[in-house]
Structure formats: C-alpha cells, structure tokens
C-alpha cells in the first residue's frame, strides 16, 4: 500500500530525470518510511526543458534518501537528502545521427514545451479569472497544501556540479562552462528564524534556506575532457573540478565567484489578520561577477553554434556524416532532401490527408478525456496521437476540443465529471461539514488516503494527516490586502571586465507585492550607489571614474538618499488610474576616456567583424527597433490608458576631455543634460456643466507635461574647474546657456473624425547659442586634438583569436513557433468562443418579445456621452478654440484633422562675439521673438504654418542717447511680420 503511493510520487517527479528508475520494489524500508535509492543515472533528455539542442552525455544522483514518519506526519519533519549530483551535457552534432535517440529526444522536447505553455495559460487564467468559488477554493486548497508541505519538509543537498562540454562549435578547442553548489539546506524555524521543531497546528510557517559556494565558471581553452572519459573516472573528474571550484582556486576561469546567501519564507494558513499570505526574502551579502575576453569571445562562439544547430536540427537525418569536399554528391542529396521535406511533401493530398486525420483523431480523444476523465489507456493513445503532429497542430487540437466540450450533448451521463473538480465541488457543499469542523482531522487513520485513486487525493489525505486545516472563509478580501510579497536584497555587487573597467552596485533592493483580490501588483526598486572605475593591469593600473554619483550633494530627501528610484504600481489605491509610475534618478557623472572605450570596442567586437558589418547591423537593428517603438508610440496616443506619472530624473553630465581623458594640461567639453520632470493630469469623471470651447476642449484631452530645464553646454579652459561654473545660467564659457523647454503632449479621451487625436505643444522661453573667433578656434582645437575610440592597436594583443564564425542565410530559415505566438494563438480561440457566445446571446435577447423595458437599458456610457459633445461643438469653434485659425479652411468632412503639433520660442538669440585679449566681446546680436511653427497633419497631408512677430539685428558695440543697442535691420508690427 505505501509502495503504490511512493511509487506515484517518485514516477511523478522522478521519472522525468532518471533513467530506467525502478521503485515498484522498494522493501521493507517503505513501512518503515527510510527509503534509500543510490546511483540513479539521468535519462539524455534530462535537460530538455532548457529549449537547446543539447544532450546529457553523463549524469548520475549518488545518493537519494528519504525519512518519512508515517505515525507522527503532524510534528516530525519528512527529511529529503540529496548527494553528488553530476551532469555532463554536449551539443546533439558530437555524435552522428541515431533514429531512435534523437526521435524520443524531440518527443521529450516537444511534450515538455507544450507543458510550458501550458502552465503559463493557466497562471493567466487563475490570475484573470477567480470569480466563482470553486476557483477560489482550488487556489487556497493547493495554497494550503504546498505550506504543509513545506513545513513538514526538510531539504539537503550536498555536491551539485551540472558541467557543459563542447568540442564542436570551435574547431581545435574545447570549451566548458557550469556551476557548481557545495551545499544547500532548508529547515522550518521559528519567528526569529532559529531551527525549531515542527508545530503541525501552527498558523505561520517559518522556512530559512541556505545554500553555500555556489559558482560559475567558463573555460575557453579546457584540456580535461569529462564527456569522454569512462563510467567511473568522470565522477572522479566531475568532484575535482566541484572542489576546485567551491575553493575558488579557478579565478582565471571563475565567472561568479563562489557565494553564499539565504533565503527567507513565511507562509500563513491564516490570513484573518492581515498578514501576507506568502513572503519571501532573499539576501544576499557579496557577488561578484568577472568576465575576460577570450571568455566572451567563446560565448559568442557558442551562442552562434546552437543557434545554427537549433535551426539545422529538424534536418538531422539527412545530414552527412563527410565534409562537403569528400563527397559532395551526398550534400546535394542532403539539400534536395530538405527542400522536399518541407516544401513539398507536407503540400501533397496524402500528407495533407493524414495531417487532418491525425488532427481529428487527437480533437476527439481529448475531448473524451475532457468529458469522461483520465485514464491509463487513454493517455497512451493521446501521447501517440500527439507524437504524429506538431506542437501548433496539437495545441489547437487541445483547446479545439475544449470548446467542442463545453456543448451540450443530449445523451451524456450526468455522472462522468473530473475527480479533482468531483472533489472541488463536494467540498463547496459541504463548509461547514467535516472539511471545516473544529474536530482533529489527525484523528482519522493514516492508511485513509490509500484509498484514493489519484495523486491529487492522495496528497490531499497527506495533507489532512500533516494538520493541515481549511478555513471557512467566504469573505471577500479587501482590495488593499496584499497577499504576496517577494524580497531581493543585494548589499554590493562588483562586475569586473579583466583590465578594463569594474562596475559596483551598493544597496540594490527589489519588492513585488501582489494583490489578487483588486488584479494589482506594485514593484518597488532603489538603489543607493553605482560607480564605474577603470581596471587596467601593469602599467595602466590606474583608477579613474567612468561613472561616478554624489547622493549627499544633490539629494533633497531625508535619510540616506538613493541615487535610483522606482515604483510601479497597477490599480493603485492612492489615485483612481489603471497604472501609477513614480522614478527619481539624482544626477551622474560620466567621464570620457579613450583607453576605456578602445578596450570595450575590442572586448565586445568579435574578431572576425568588420566595420561595414557592425554599421549595417546596428543600423539595422535601429530601424527594427525605431518600427517597435513607433508602434508602440501609436498605440499609447491612440487607446486612452489611465496612468498617474510622477518622474523626476536629474540627467547625467557628460565630461570629455581634449586628449582622451580629463586631465590639468587640456581644456574640456561639459555637455550637462539637466532634469526632466513628466507629469500627467487626466481627466476626471465630473459631472459639471461646461458651455465654452475651451471649457469643453479642457475636458476632452488628457494632458503629459514634460519639463527639460538646466540644459547647457560649456566649454572650459584647463584653469577653470566645472564646479565653479555649472550653477551659473551663463557665463562667457557657455556655447549655450541654460534652457528651459515645457512640451505638453494631449491625448483625446475618445476617438472622433473631426477631432485630432492627440495635440503636441513645445513652449521655449530662451534658446541662445554664443559664438565668436575665439570659442570657434578653442573648439576646432579640442576637436582636432579629441581621439576616437579604435580597435586596430588593440586587437594584436590577443593573438588567440576564434576564427570560427556561423552565418546563416536568414531567406532559407524555417522559422520555429514559439510559447508567445502559442499562447497568442490560444487567446484568440478563446476570445472568438467568447465572441460566438455573445454573440448567440444577443441574438435571443434582441427580440422583441424578451426585452419588454427598453428604456432600462437605454444608458450613455462615457465615452458615448463625450461623443456627443464633440458632435454638437463647431470644428471651427474647436480651432478657434486652440487658437490654431490658419487649419480652418484646410479642415473639411473629408479631410479631418488627425494631429496637431505646436511649437513655440518666446526669444531665439544668436550671440557673436570677438575676442579683445585675454576676454572676448559681443558685437552682434540676431535675435526673433515669438517664433510660433504649427503642423496638423490631416487625412490627405500635412498643413504647416510659422509666424514670427518680430526680427532685429543688433548692434552691440554701439550705444543710442538712451544707452541700447543700436538696431541695424528691426522688423516688428502689431501683427506677426512673417
């Protein structure tokens, strides 16, 4: 009896890692709960759900015991141990083909992503939907079984070393990458997280996990090879490596330094008191992360390896096993072949027919399942159903029979329900019955769960004998309870480019409350410092900021202020939007130096790129980017979002200096970007009468405003220090003065045709740019004498260059499906069943005779009511209105307006100046007020319109009676003059 129930247990989890495991005779021990399993060896597709074509060449768990105390589950711990797991991994293309292997490797692989994609729907679908109270009950039911679970467990691990070997991707190398963990630990605790027995009636669960030197490594150059050593002597290389590793006696291979770190939870049963359901704390002290360039360069090796086998994997079969030199007769075939597989054969009438066969073959026999329940023999026939057709065929089969389930079929059996659901149910009918009775449930027999017949009954009955309780709760939960909280904490972090640069991270914390009752969440991040230094080796061992912060001397908030901040909440409390977003951000410095940016150049440039190629990319991958985000621009202008925006980010300042780096002998360059502050106003439901346009026009548009001030750029001489200077609106080192920019970009809260969809308006009180013989000689100078990051001095300096290189010709790749375009496809079968059922209850209730009170359901929604604003004000009024009377006469009914950009400078200057000695003076001045230029972009084009009310050049080196200027040329008028 307890060996059918280990036996599930151990198949369920057990089964999908380990080979050939054998748990159907598991002795005497069972009863005794000490079972004991040694040398279990890992099945090749053990590492399936990575999604890369690897394979496990070795792998083994040394040691796995269990200690189950059957008689007393309530208040003594099930104790797992774990010993000596290693795994050895390689790419498939380092043995040829072999039908049957790579057969059940790409099953494996393709059930176990289904799987994914599974589990993903269904989180969303939990955490959308939770409405009815079986759903409820089934999350609190499984809620409550993982913590009694997890209080009654205690978890050892010893010796975890997970190594990838690869001979194949670098031709003459061989690289190898893993990490490796010494131990970890997890044990219940009490309140002040001190080890304590277990207290089965506890209403709070304490769990403290704790693992010690877990590490990373990546050898680009490793002369032991584990994959092709025999039975006994890998394990003996695999603990070598493991204990070199945890020593830290691989700095020169190490990528994560060995670290150690803990791990909070707390789990309440209860929640009558407020208290989070779940919490998890995770903290860690020190982490240091290094990379060198050889390193990187075979990362970028591999990276371009699997990808290429990942889209050449399909074609394995076919591929020969010779070079294309010694019988090219056979690649011909090989191409031939898979020209035919993909692009003909599946487009013939017999294929075609056997697909739609399959297809209907697996449709019904999941919707026997959906409708009569699981059984042994059926999911033998689905798994072979599944094995003949794709990922995309079988999981439109799935979700095709789902809505061919939920019709109803005349002659079906009221009795044919799902267990788990049979068990759901049963329990909501029964309350207050013995589920929820304050009788001890530890009373029942312990042998009571045998006989249930499924693993969710099964571990339902163990829960039942741990002390697990479930509260009769029909309450609705408060919008404002938060019922998970997640915790990351990061003291100091260092990420070091081998003699190049370091990167530290001080006080880095992240939080993520959930609150499932109002479909809200909130992520919280800060950090309290970042810095970024130089790190060259030899003669370069200097240390000069790259990336420096000064919290204390810029920040206004008390404490300890934080040079980042976020907070990003959905459904806040505070404000009625459906998404609120505060950031602050205190000023950086950021130093040029050409050393630095040469080094980074030659770290992260592969050897075998040349420029045109990197120009190319990176221009392509701008247009591919620039297409994303204008359409995700068009998108925010064009459906109205409530969000609350409170930014508040004090841009960096940027310091180049004359030779490369800032020194006492050059002048240099300060380009400071000032702040920028983004607000939002939206607008509110008020019930106010409004009669004007422009009253109207304030109530249909929500409003961002941007504001960019203490924007300069200032040219300094070697004398002259930035500190003396940067508070100053302008001075003679200016090229330009501070500015100051308010741009307020309008969104309408309804889409119109007469009426613009969004309006943007820039107002720039002084734009100014100083000039003269001097600043322009100073700055051809700097110039001239600036150096320009390259590569060419650099790259001799690693002769152990990886000439390898993949390219794949992107016309001929068969594109792979993925989890996004599944779970996309998903929703729309979903949305459209939906739509079908809407749509057949509109049709019965659009008849006369079922909707006697029409006037009941005659109600204006909000946006309908605004609509009908907008259609009793005049275009013209509106235009009027926003005070753009140029458009009126461009508008029409078929040539509406769709967008308005405004843009407006009080006082344009342009300043040129002589030098006269060690000074220079201004003789010039070119200055227009009330520059206004307006866009509106219609239906058929754009109409543009610029007026400028006056223009004056002036002569500053003459005086009138009155002491001004001297206008040589003055062009003003009560009207615009241009």
């Given amino acids: 009896m307890f060996n059918t129930f280990l036996t599930n247990i151990l198949n369920s989890y057990l089964g999908e890692v380990v080979e050939d495991l054998d748990v159907d005779n598991l002795g005497v021990g069972a009863l005794n709960g000490d079972v004991l399993l040694i040398d279990l060896k890992l099945r090749p597709d053990a590492l399936s759900f990575l999604e890369l074509p690897i394979e496990v060449v070795h792998g083994s768990i040394g040691k796995l015991s269990l200690k189950i105390p059957w008689t007393s589950l309530s208040t003594s711990p099930v104790v797992v141990s774990v010993q000596d797991v290693y795994v050895v991994a390689a790419p498939l293309n380092h043995r040829p083909y072999k039908p049957e292997k790579d057969e059940k490797l790409d099953r494996t692989r393709k059930r176990r992503f289904l799987q994914k994609v599974e589990g993903i729907s269904v989180i969303k679908k939990v955490a959308t939907s939770q409405n009815s109270k079986e759903e409820k009950l089934k999350t609190e039911l499984w809620e409550t079984m993982v913590a009694t679970f997890m209080n009654n467990i205690q978890l050892q691990i010893e010796r975890v070393h997970v190594r990838y070997e690869d001979r194949e991707s670098i031709p003459g190398l061989t690289v190898s990458a893993g990490f490796c963990l010494h131990s970890l630990v997890a044990e219940t605790t009490n309140s002040k997280w001190k080890e304590t027995q277990i207290n089965g009636k506890a209403k709070t669960i304490y769990k403290l996990i704790r693992f010690n030197k877990f590490s990373v490594y990546w050898n680009s150059r490793d002369k032991v090879q584990v994959g092709g050593q025999g039975n006994t002597n890998w394990r003996l290389a695999m603990r070598d490596i493991l204990e070199t590793a945890i020593q830290g006696n691989n700095k020169d291979h190490a990528i994560l330094i060995p670290l150690c770190g803990r791990m909070k939870i707390m789990m309440n049963r209860s929640v009558a008191d407020g208290s989070p359901r779940l919490l998890f704390d995770y903290v860690l002290k020190d982490m240091k992360i290094q990379i060198g360039k050889p390193q990187y360069h075979a990362m970028m090796a591999v990276q371009s390896a699997l990808k290429f086998l990942e889209l050449s994997r399909m074609h394995r079969k076919y591929r020969p096993c010779y070079k294309v030199l010694e019988r090219p007769k056979s690649w011909w075939k090989y191409a031939f072949n898979c020209i035919k597989v993909h692009f003909i054969t599946p487009y013939t009438w017999p294929s075609i027919k056997q697909h739609r066969n399959s297809y209907r073959n697996l449709v019904s026999l999941w919707e026997k399942r959906i409708r009569v329940g699981k059984s042994s023999s059926l999911k033998l026939q689905i798994k072979e159903a599944e094995s003949l057709l794709d990922a995309t065929s079988v999981m439109l089969g799935r979700e095709q029979a789902k809505i061919q389930a939920k019709k109803v079929v005349p002659n079906e059996s009221p009795k044919t329900k799902n267990k788990l659901r049979s068990m759901v149910s049963g329990m909501l009918a029964e309350r207050k019955s013995a589920w929820t009775s304050t009788t001890n449930i530890t009373s029942k027999s312990v042998f009571g769960f045998l006989s249930a017949t499924s693993i969710e009954l099964q571990l339902l009955e163990i829960c039942k004998a741990m002390g697990c309780s479930f509260e009769n709760d029909e309450t609705i939960k408060p919008k404002e309870y938060i019922e998970h909280v997640f915790n990351f904490s990061l003291h100091n972090?260092?990420?070091?480019?081998?003699?190049?640069?370091?990167?530290?991270?001080?006080?880095?914390?992240?939080?993520?409350?959930?609150?499932?009752?109002?479909?809200?969440?909130?992520?919280?991040?800060?950090?309290?410092?970042?810095?970024?230094?130089?790190?060259?080796?030899?003669?370069?061992?200097?240390?000069?900021?790259?990336?420096?912060?000064?919290?204390?001397?810029?920040?206004?908030?008390?404490?300890?202020?934080?040079?980042?901040?976020?907070?990003f909440d959905k459904n806040p409390l505070t404000s009625p939007t459906d998404f609120k977003l505060e950031v602050k951000m205190l000023p950086l410095q950021i130093s040029y130096h050409e050393e630095v940016f040469s080094d980074l150049l030659d770290f992260f440039f592969l050897p075998q790129m040349d420029c045109l190629e990197v120009t190319w990319g990176f221009i392509f991958q701008g247009y591919k980017y620039g297409l994303q985000f204008s359409k995700f621009i068009q998108n925010c202008l064009t459906?109205?979002?409530?969000?609350?925006?409170?930014?508040?980010?004090?841009?960096?300042?940027?310091?180049?200096?004359?030779?490369?780096?800032?020194?006492?002998?050059?002048?240099?360059?300060?380009?400071?970007?000032?702040?920028?502050?983004?607000?939002?106003?939206?607008?509110?439901?008020?019930?106010?009468?409004?009669?004007?346009?422009?009253?109207?026009?304030?109530?249909?548009?929500?409003?961002?405003?941007?504001?960019?001030?203490?924007?300069?750029?200032?040219?300094?001489?070697?004398?002259?220090?930035?500190?003396?200077?940067?508070?100053?609106?302008?001075?003679?080192?200016?090229?330009?003065?501070?500015?100051?920019?308010?741009?307020?970009?309008?969104?309408?809260?309804?889409?119109?045709?007469?009426?613009?969809?969004?309006?943007?308006?820039?107002?720039?009180?002084?734009?100014?740019?100083?000039?003269?013989?001097?600043?322009?000689?100073?700055?051809?100078?700097?110039?001239?004498?600036?150096?320009?990051?390259?590569?060419?001095?650099?790259?001799?300096?690693?002769?152990?260059k990886i000439t390898c290189h993949w390219k794949m010709d992107k016309r001929w790749i068969i594109p792979n499906i993925g989890k996004l375009e599944l779970l996309y496809l998903e929703s729309q079968l979903a949305e459209q069943d939906q739509t079908q059922r809407k749509t057949d209850n509109t049709q019965m209730t659009d008849l006369p005779w079922l909707n006697p009170n029409p006037e009941l359901n005659d109600t204006k929604s909000p946006e309908s009511s605004a609509n009908s604003i907008a259609t009793d004000l005049d275009i013209k009024q509106y235009c009027r209105a926003i005070d753009l009377p140029g458009f009126e006469d461009n508008i029409s009914p078929g040539n509406p307006m769709r967008a308005v950009i405004q843009i407006c400078i009080t006082d344009v200057g342009l300043v040129f100046d002589r030098a006269s000695g060690e000074s220079s003076k201004s003789y010039l001045y070119l200055q227009a007020k009330d520059f206004n230029f307006d866009i509106g972009l219609m239906e058929h084009g754009p109409a543009i319109q610029m007026a400028i009310h006056s223009v004056k050049l002036s002569d500053r080196q003459s005086r009138t009676v009155c002491g001004h200027d001297v206008d040589l040329i003055s062009i003003t008028g009560p009207n615009e003059v241009i």
């Fill in 493 to 567: 972090c260092q990420i070091k480019l081998r003699s190049i640069l370091k990167w530290s991270i001080i006080n880095f914390n992240v939080c993520i409350e959930t609150r499932p009752s109002a479909v809200a969440y909130t992520v919280a991040a800060r950090t309290e410092s970042i810095n970024i230094e130089t790190n060259f080796s030899g003669s370069r061992n200097e240390k000069t900021n790259i990336l420096s912060s000064n919290n204390l001397l810029h920040s206004t908030d008390t404490g300890w202020p934080n040079v980042f901040k976020l907070v």
């Fill in 639 to 800: 459906s109205r979002v409530l969000c609350d925006l409170n930014i508040d980010l004090q841009n960096p300042c940027i310091q180049v200096g004359q030779y490369g780096k800032t020194t006492a002998n050059g002048s240099n360059l300060i380009v400071d970007c000032g702040r920028l502050k983004v607000e939002s106003a939206m607008v509110t439901n008020d019930s106010s009468q409004v009669s004007s346009p422009e009253e109207i026009h304030e109530k249909m548009f929500d409003r961002f405003l941007f504001t960019f001030s203490g924007m300069q750029i200032v040219h300094l001489p070697s004398a002259v220090q930035w500190a003396s200077v940067c508070e100053e609106p302008s001075s003679e080192y200016h090229l330009v003065p501070k500015t100051k920019m308010n741009l307020t970009l309008s969104t309408s809260i309804f889409q119109v045709q007469d009426f613009p969809a969004w309006k943007l308006d820039a107002f720039i009180k002084c734009a100014k740019l100083n000039l003269s013989d001097s600043k322009l000689s100073a700055i051809i100078d700097f110039l001239r004498d600036l150096p320009l990051p390259s590569r060419s001095k650099n790259m001799q300096k690693y002769s152990g």
